[in-house]
């Protein structure tokens, strides 16, 4: 039997400060998990900058009965996206690099054998989806092989492998105009690699994780006792998600607490208060470029669940997780929803039904 869980504001001790809230979220979720096959969910408010409450609900696995904790970690997949973005916005506010920095300027090594197209391409627009780069490498023989590489090459090389065979592929449109893509993430990490001369790995934990607190964020799959992913109603194997190496396009895990302190600095450096970045540098990576959606790691959108914006909005998923935020940087109200069941599992509906649901009920109490 699913047993559910709430809990408020214990597990954010000294990071944020909120009133108690009652266990509304527990129907939502209720809700949002019925008639799915996805084990387990989680779901956590954010008003005026701070966590208020935050449930969980379910089962770590189908085959691991054991109740999921509000300190469990969950994979939300592209959802990190922002994440890499505010790291490689840190180096550019030390100058290592700049957001016209382009893949020739950067990595001239591997623009003599990349497609013309590419290579005046800037960290902007590999960041902002207007690269013209496709979302992964076509060749689906190639994109396998890639991925599931089991030699002893390092996340980096195998990063700088998967990049030299994208930058061969015909682009999806011209630079400038939208196409989302994987791929220029994984570019753009790799361009923080060169410059820093540290792992892109290495770099998240000093320049995102470390400074905000979040002590349970990592790479790739969760370990074992840890909530486990799901597809084709079984826990997933590695080759059902993304390889640790694609990381810097999604596969992020944390608990709800810790991508809270993430999303928090997101709302407050939109109103000049955050701590990662320079007040200037939070406006350029959430503003879109001119013509296309999203900024570094943000759909913005115009209004949500019936709720005017603008909305810092994204989902994320790895094939086996389901993840959704949506941020509402004008009054400092967030929610996030996760859960350990891919799309066919109904963790894209279970995840945006709680989402919601959640924002249309709190919001009008923020």
Not at 20 to 48: M, N
Not at 85 to 107: F, H, K, P, Q, Y
């Amino acid at each position: 039997m699913i047993s559910r869980r709430t809990v408020l504001l214990a597990i954010c001790a000294g990071v944020f400060s909120a009133p108690a809230v009652a266990g509304e979220l527990d129907a939502i979720l209720s809700k949002a998990l019925a008639g799915k096959k996805a084990p387990a969910a989680g779901l956590l408010i954010i008003q005026d900058y701070a966590v208020v409450a935050q449930a969980v609900s379910g089962v770590r696995s189908l085959t691991d009965l054991t109740p999921v904790s509000p300190t469990d970690v969950w994979n939300i997949g592209s959802d990190g996206k922002a994440m890499t973005a505010a790291m490689i916005a840190r180096l550019v506010d030390r100058g290592v690099l700049s957001w016209e920095s382009t893949i020739s300027g950067v990595l001239p090594d591997m623009a003599g054998d990349a497609r013309p197209e590419y290579r005046a391409i800037t960290l902007m627009q590999l960041l902002t989806h207007t690269s013209g780069l496709p979302a992964n490498v076509r060749d689906e023989q190639a994109l396998n092989s890639l991925f599931y590489d089991e030699s002893s090459a390092s996340l980096s090389e195998r990063r700088r492998a998967y990049i030299a065979r994208a930058l061969q592929d015909e682009p999806e449109g011209r630079a400038g105009r939208f196409s989302y893509s994987n791929t220029g993430f994984l570019i753009g990490a790799f361009m923080a690699e060169t410059a820093s001369k540290k792992t892109y790995e290495s770099l998240m934990r000093d320049e995102v994780f470390a400074p905000l607190g979040m002590t349970s964020a990592d790479f790739g799959r969760p370990p074992i006792g840890q909530p486990a992913g799901h597809k084709d109603g079984r826990p997933a194997v590695p080759r059902d998600v993304n390889p640790d190496f694609f990381a810097p396009a999604g596969n992020i895990y944390l608990s709800l607490c810790d991508w809270a302190r993430f999303c928090v600095d997101q709302l407050r450096g939109a109103n000049g208060k955050g701590a990662l970045l320079k007040p200037q540098t939070y406006s350029v990576m959430q503003s879109p470029p001119p013509g296309a959606p999203v900024s570094m790691g943000w759909f913005v959108r115009n209004s949500i669940a019936g709720l005017p914006g603008p909305v810092y909005y994204h989902e994320g998923s790895d094939g086996a997780w389901f993840a959704v935020v949506a941020l509402f940087p004008t009054s400092g109200f967030g929610v996030l929803a996760v859960t350990n069941g891919g799309k066919d599992m109904g963790g894209r509906a279970l995840a945006l039904s709680a989402a919601m649901d959640a924002a249309r009920s709190f919001a009008t109490k923020n």
